[in-house]
């Protein structure tokens, strides 16, 4: 059995030397994962086809060139967000200088989920060594082949005792989550998010909790239909629905539903094909268990299109629900699969209350070309992010924050929130020694008449 403290102790000694608060230190630790992530692409894609199926394309374009282009973009601005930053004193505090230092928690502890198990444990990764801290990876055990190619990543590239993995499941994770680490980011489900965010609690421990939820996606009666079939197809079926901001469920204006689903269909077959399982792009569910929740999700009396599904391949094909309504199983719960539920609806207010109903959703998508209607929606409903005439896209900019508000996550990162999420804003003041404003010191006496 692996002794967590003794690891975090070795971590916390690994700090108190001091090495990773030089810039340059961590500079270099950046080069040298990202040589090594270069260096096993093609390992790195062999694992995520064993583990879900996913072709080349698709590791590259949503795993490992998102991690390689997140490094290029650290190892670009590290130095100024690192620097000491100087801000302004009010009149009153006149003879002082003010300054925020970023400093870096200690050791941070980072728990990953199975759906894209490389890139949500590097994109942490990257910016808790840009702000100077040791890590701790717990990768997902439901993508073992996954978990051991980052493992070789980590032993190969770093001091075991600045960055280090454990691998395993619950119980492992529940004893990480109960020591003293000095920060947990944490991606996965709500149901967990809500285990760490309570052993974290109990030790004051600061986290990021990026969880997921029901992202809906709205189709206005004025939205372009061929361009939201298109892109509303890309974003539900990459990885075979299991991402987190995958639009979840479908609200459709009536007078445009007929057309829309109709080009949706289209748009399926053209990315892959009338028969998906012969199809090397199309992924597959993560494991049995998960397979089964998604298929009991399948009313056959509501299928539009798709609903076919085969055990021993974990397959389950693009599939369109359509009649659905708000009190359906399928509404209840984050899908996290290739089925899409499909409400129609006659005015944007009914279909605003009615998620407002509900818990904040992680993201949101609305194809309209009326600018009333996109500030309509951006204004009254609270939502972690999303975008206006496209699905997933707001995640790929490092100049915008992701995460979610309310039951679907606490905190946000990419880019330089990252690392400003993995550092401690340090708030010093210097004064001057020359003269004091002797009006706040005691005796107060007959004082108040003067301020
Ligand atoms: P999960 O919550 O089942 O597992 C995530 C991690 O928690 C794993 O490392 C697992 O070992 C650990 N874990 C599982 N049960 C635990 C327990 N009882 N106690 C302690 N640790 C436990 O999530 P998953 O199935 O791997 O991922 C899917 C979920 O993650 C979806 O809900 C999805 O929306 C969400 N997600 C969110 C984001 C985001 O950035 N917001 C990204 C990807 C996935």
Not at 163 to 176: F, H, P, Q, Y
Not at 256 to 263: G, I, P, Q, T
Request: net charge neutral.
């Amino acid at each position: 059995m692996l002794d967590v403290s003794k690891v975090i102790l070795k971590h916390k000694e690994f700090f108190e030397a001091g090495v990773t608060k030089d810039v340059n230190f961590r500079l270099e630790q950046l080069k040298k994962l990202k040589k090594a992530v270069e260096d096993r692409e093609k390992q790195i894609m062999d694992a995520l086809c064993k583990d879900l199926h996913k072709s080349e394309f698709e590791s590259y374009l949503t795993e490992i060139g998102v991690v390689l282009s997140s490094i290029n973009y650290f190892l670009k601005h590290l130095k100024k967000w690192a620097k000491v930053k100087k801000v302004r004193v009010p009149l009153n505090q006149i003879g002082s200088k003010a300054y925020i230092y970023h400093e870096p928690y200690g050791t941070v502890l980072i728990i990953g989920p199975s759906n894209y198990p490389f890139q949500l444990v590097f994109e942490p990764l990257i910016g808790a060594i840009a702000a100077g801290n040791c890590v701790i990876l717990k990768p997902s055990e439901l993508t073992p082949n996954t978990a051991k190619v980052i493992k070789e990543i980590i032993t190969e590239t770093f001091d075991e005792n600045y960055i280090s993995i454990v691998e395993g499941g619950k119980e492992i994770t529940r004893d990480l989550i109960n020591e003293r680490v000095d920060y947990i980011f944490f991606t996965g489900s709500v149901a967990v998010g809500k285990i760490i965010a309570e052993a974290a609690g109990k030790n004051l421990i600061p986290c990021t909790l990026e969880l997921g939820g029901k992202s809906p996606c709205i189709v206005h009666n004025d939205g372009d239909l061929e361009v939201a079939a298109r892109r509303i197809v890309w974003g539900k079926f990459v990885n075979n629905g299991q991402t987190c901001v995958a639009p979840d469920y479908l609200l459709v204006h009536k007078d445009v539903k007929n057309d829309l689903l109709a080009k949706i269909k289209k748009y399926i077959i053209e990315f892959y094909g009338e028969s998906p399982i012969t199809n090397n792009d199309y992924g597959r569910i993560v494991n049995h268990r998960q397979w089964e929740r998604l298929i009991n999700l399948i009313d056959k009396d509501k299928v539009f299109y798709g609903g076919e599904y085969i055990e021993e391949e974990l397959y389950i094909s693009p599939t369109i629900i359509d009649n659905v309504n708000w009190e359906d199983k399928i509404m209840k719960d984050e899908i996290f699969g290739p089925i899409i539920p499909v409400i129609q609806y006659d005015s944007i207010e009914s279909i605003i209350k009615k998620i407002k109903e509900r818990e904040k959703p992680l993201a949101l998508y609305i194809f309209t070309n009326s600018k009333d209607i996109e500030r309509k929606i951006i204004n009254e409903i609270s939502y972690g992010g999303g975008c206006v005439n496209d699905t997933l896209f707001h995640l790929v900019n490092p100049n915008l924050p992701f995460g979610g508000v309310g039951a679907s996550g606490i905190g946000a990162y990419h880019g330089k929130t990252s690392f400003e999420t993995f550092s401690h804003k340090k708030s010093i003041m210097k004064k001057t020694t020359l003269f004091d404003f002797n009006i706040i010191f005691p005796p107060y006496r007959n004082k108040l008449k003067i301020v």
